[in-house]
């Protein structure tokens, strides 16, 4: 029998628009949902509402505990009352991204055309750009029609870029952090392992898992693990485990293993009780997809042309992922529309992933850009 | 956002030939002072680009907006016109090449406002003809062999450059270290025997 949704199903809090959705594959969604969590108070002229956009295996839950995994929200860090982000001051809203599978349409969702069943590999080729075309119908569900600020780290940091390409009249400022204008060729190979290894997992059955009440979690966790690795730097994982052993004092047998072996093992095995194979592969797909430069005769600076939104980029010194090249590449494009942007390397040895770590300067810059963002914004 | 903080008497003489609500770039701003004040006492759309990244952070945490880049190599990145006015103070003589810096300078802007330490002072020359060694002062503090600044000039040959490339210099002046003015700006001559750094606002002829 079919089986449509895991065992236990959270209602997450979501708004449905009936209006069809035109995406960049050519198809469409006729109906979708989004699910959001929102922090702090809208002022009554709606003015400081922020969106943040979440990475590749974020969700909405940005500031508190995520009722899946009873984890702290993924950036409670940057987000919250007091924060650089700071819930007091603003508006903040995080919806998860189309393709998700945390509450907002996906491969896990109902089809459209088959009653009873999910979408699965059914579900369309989306992009970064869809997913902000949605996440715009329901900002201008909340009545605001210009956002005081997008800020994302990562995936997050493309729809950052994609909405301040897309709709520059409605972002007064635009964060995107360890980000990049397209995913490299270096990062799309390191994705379509983790994509290799969920398709080679007999549990996968072509995408319907669903309907064999199966879920491809060891392709899952071994796309996780690699992923993982990229996530990190070198000299994080020496100075974490480097080269101890778990409950051993030499690796004589097989069984034995290094420390970070069961580290990552950790890391695949608790990423595939919340995420659905189906949208990883739907979403690295997005990032894949994403060339900010695409289609603009003379490049990335086009894709800016007559911008007025102020811009901070961030990246991180470590950060194999998304390095600072690319940062420098965006805030030159930006130069050449004389943009107003900021642009800082934050000196971290903690790679990619930095963004969601304790990073000080990280987190000074970020409340400093903003409120100086309040200021010409007249917010305060 | 910043308080306002006491700001260097140069940066206080460069404010002073900034029209107000103009856009100001401003090359090697360090934690961003001038621009702070541009924007408070001026209205003005100024930003700031810095070599150094800590003075980078501390700078936007200020909430200003400057960039983290290299005189050299991004000022060709913006757009013709793009400004009213660029700054660089006290930063020429540190740069690889001056000649393309100023170039770039008024290509992006429509004035450049460039100050730097004169190398015609007379205890330069004083220290040079006496001792026979490379001069040490305040402003020059640093070893040959160790210094930033690469590419010393005196106000005399500053003159010559904007001459040969032609520039008109609208406004300039001779000031002491600490940013006084100094009375001479009516001779070249004078002002490069006692002024210990020059002020120049220029623009294409």
Known sequence: MDQSSPPQEIQHQSVT?????????GRHLNRFTIAYRCYGTLNADRSNAILICHALTGDQYVAEPNPETGKPGWWERVVGPGGPVDTNAYFVVCTNVLGGCMGTTGPRSPHEDHPGQPWGTDFPAVTINDMVRAQKRFIDHLGIEKLFAVVGGSMGGMQVLAWAAMYPEQVFAAVPVAAAAYHSAQNIAFHEIGRQAI??????????????????????????????????????????FGRKLQDAATLSELGERFEVESYLQYQGSSFVRRFDANSYLTITRAMDLFDLAAGHENGLADAFKGTRSRFLLVSFSSDCLFPTAQSRAIARALNHVAANVSFVEIKSDKGHDAFLLDEPDFHRTLRGFLSGCAEHAGLK | MTTQKKMRLDLALIAGMIAPRSRVLDIGCSDGTLIDHLFRTLQCDARGLELDMDAVTQAVGFGLPVMQGDADTDLATYPDGAFDYVVLSRTLQAVEQPREVLRQMLRI???????????????????????????????????????????????QDFFQLCKADGYKVEQWLAADDEGARAPWRRFPALANLFGEQGLFLLRKA
Not at chain 1, 213 to 239: C, D, F, K, Q
Not at chain 2, 113 to 125: A, T
């Open chain 1, 17 to 25: 628009f009936e209006e069809r959705l035109t995406l960049d594959c």
């Open chain 1, 199 to 240: 398709a080679a997992d007999p549990f996968f059955y072509g995408g319907r898992y669903w309907s064999e009440g199966v879920t491809p979690e060891r392709g899952l966790a071994v796309a996780r693990m690699t992923a993982h690795i990229t996530y990190v730097s070198e000299a994080a994982l020496t100075r974490k």
């Open chain 2, 109 to 155: 802007g429509t004035h450049a406002i460039v100050s730097f330490p004169n190398f015609g002072h007379w205890s330069l020359r004083l220290q040079l003809l006496l001792n026979g060694r490379m001069p040490m002062t305040k402003t020059w503090s640093r070893m040959w062999y160790e210094t930033p600044n690469i590419h010393p000039c005196t106000i």
